[in-house]
Every structure is written in structure tokens, then in C-alpha cells.
């Protein structure tokens, strides 16, 4: 039987082409390709700078410390997302206050993130889910009114725009996740992007051990061998295998993303008619990535469906679990889940359909027929 996962990477000759050439070069960590894959994610968004890394969660990682909150700070965040996104406040002894999400959007919701400001609040963390831009006009609002700092996790939007404007220079600083579910991948891999020179020194050094060999005088004269660890910082540093790849996917992005686009809209089409499912909306002012596709159940268990799509070979899934509901969260930082309930409802009634840039108009098809039939198999009526 046919499997059609929810994700997957498309890699082409050129791409593996790219990759083959570092590996023959001189250089396999910490050269020209990673420079390279800089300046042009830097370009494609319209960024002054951006800092790769390892992955998506160590991009967060160094930017909530880049940050230098005095430790104890609140941040504010959406628990609609992956762990990764407030495991990045914790890692850096600060406290996730979680605001819940406009259902629609399935963003965090800014009437929410006011409810939640007290006077420890510092930053806002914010998700653009599925690829869908968040309502940034008023999250940079309230950032204003309370001198608040803003990271915007954009692991799912790369390439998408909010009023016209590439996602990539809204917040202090916007991260991206290259994992090979993510709109372009590096098999691991992450950004941070800034428009702030000051904090693109401080993520450079955090990077890599928060080591400089900028050091002055600090041994003397001569000292050519002297180098400074100035900050406490990792080694989160991309290689240049994963550069030269970066380097050739970014060149494929917006196909990607058009064709992410096209995808979407015959799930649209096709399941339009089936009145037991809501299907996803994209606000006017906005342009979509469609990391995600998902649709909401309506008088059906999620957990007769589910299982009815896995036994016919459609990878569905469900993006995502709320963070306050993992048991170390539970442990750590009890939450009421009756203050969210738009999460528990979303969170209670979605499903990730398939959706990639390499999946055909047939698997669509595909997946789209077997829901029509579950209609009938499992009796759904509304
Ligand atoms: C994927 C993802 C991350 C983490 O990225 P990795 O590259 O997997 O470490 C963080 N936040 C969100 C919203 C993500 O989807």
C-alpha cells in the first residue's frame, strides 16, 4: 500500500550536487558556505543579518539569551506549537507564560497576550502557525506599550509575508527551523535573523562558545595565538554540508511555497462539500506557507478517524499537543487548561493532512476520496 507522509523534503541533483563539492573542498564546518547561506537568506528576507546554526531549537536557544533578561523573567508564548519554542525560555531560567490562541488563526491571540502581562513580562514569543502569519500589527502594539521584546518563531514561515513585507525583519529577531519537514531544509539546521547590529555580535559569539579572537591587548602584544570567551555560549555551529544544501534549497523556495499554495487549494476544492469539516482560512493581508494543512472535526471523534486515514496509508497527524499538557511542563508549571480554551477545543478536534512541495495532484486525490468514503464507512452525520 501507498504511504503519503505529512512531510517531506524535496532534494534534487542540485542539491546533492552542492553538497558533494563542499565535501570535496577545503572547508566542512565554518566556511564560504555557511557565509554564503547567510547572505542569502539575509537578501531573500530582507534582513541586514542572520546567524545559522544547528537546528531551529538552538536558534531559539541563543536568541532568548541574546535577549539578557535578568533570570526569572516572564515570556509570553503560545502553547499551540512544538515543545522547542518555550523549552527555549526554560533553558535560559526564565518562566513560559502561555496565552491562548485566536481559533482561526490558531496564532496567539493578542487579546490574550494583554491578559497576561504583569510586571515581570519581558518578551513575547510568537508562532506563526501552519505558515500563517501572526497578527503582528498588534503584538509590535502591545511590545510598544509595555517595552517589551519580541522573537518571532517562525519555523513554519519562511518565504510568507504579512502586508506585503517578508516575514524575517518584523521582530528583534525572527528564527527559522531547516528540518526536512520545514519550508526548505539543511537536514538540521536553523536561523536567527536581525535587523539589531548589537545582537548579531552577541549571537555570533553564542554560537560558538561565546569565543572571540578580537581580544586586544589582552595578552600583550604579539599575542596572535590570544582568543577571549566573552560570553557562555555552545557550540551550535552549521556545517558547511548543511550550507552548501541551504544554499540550494533557498534558490527553490518560492516553488516550494507555490506549490505548497496550490496543494492547499485543491484540498480546498475538494473537500469543501464535507459539512463535518472545517477547513483552514487565510486572512486577507497575509500570504500563506502551508507548512501544515488541517482540517477540524465536527461531530466525529478524532480517534475513530485517525486511525481510519493510518489504515490507508495517509500519514495524518496532530500539530500539536498543547505544551501544558507534557508532563515535565505539568511537573514544572501546573497550568489550569480551562485558561485556554481555544487551545482545547482546536487541540481536541485536528488533523494534519499530507502536505509537501513533492506531493502530487493525485495524492490529494487520494486523500480526499478516502475522506468522502469515511463519511459513509463510519457513519458521520452532522
Ligand atoms: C520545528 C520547530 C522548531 C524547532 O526546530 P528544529 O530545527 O527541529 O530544532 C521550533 N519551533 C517550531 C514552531 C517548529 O515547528
Redesign the pocket.
Known sequence: MRFIPYGHQLIDDDDILSVVEVLKSDWLTTGPAVDLFEKELASYVGARHTVAVN??????DIAVQALDLPRGSEIITTPF?????SN?ILYNGHIPIFADIDPITRNIHPDEIRKRISSKTRAIIY???AGHPCAIDEIEKIAREHGLLLIE????ALGTSYKGRKIGTFADMT?F???P??PITTG???AVVTENSELYAKLRLLRSHGITRDVGDMFGEGASWGYDMQLLGRNYRMTDIQAALGVSQLRKIDSFIERRNELAALYTRALSDLEWLDLPRTQEHVTHGW?LYTILLKGLERSTLFPYLKERGIGVNV??IPTYKFSYYQRHYPQNANTFPSTEDIFSRIITLPLYPGMSDEDVEYVSVRLHEAESDLKISI
Do not use: P, Q
Open positions: 537546528s531551529g531549537t538552538s536558534a531559539l506549537t512544538f515543545a522547542a519554542t527555549a508562532v506563526d502557525y518563531d517562525a519555523c513554519h528564527v527551523s531547516f528540518h519537514v520545514k538540521e539546521g536553523g507548512h500539530h500539536y
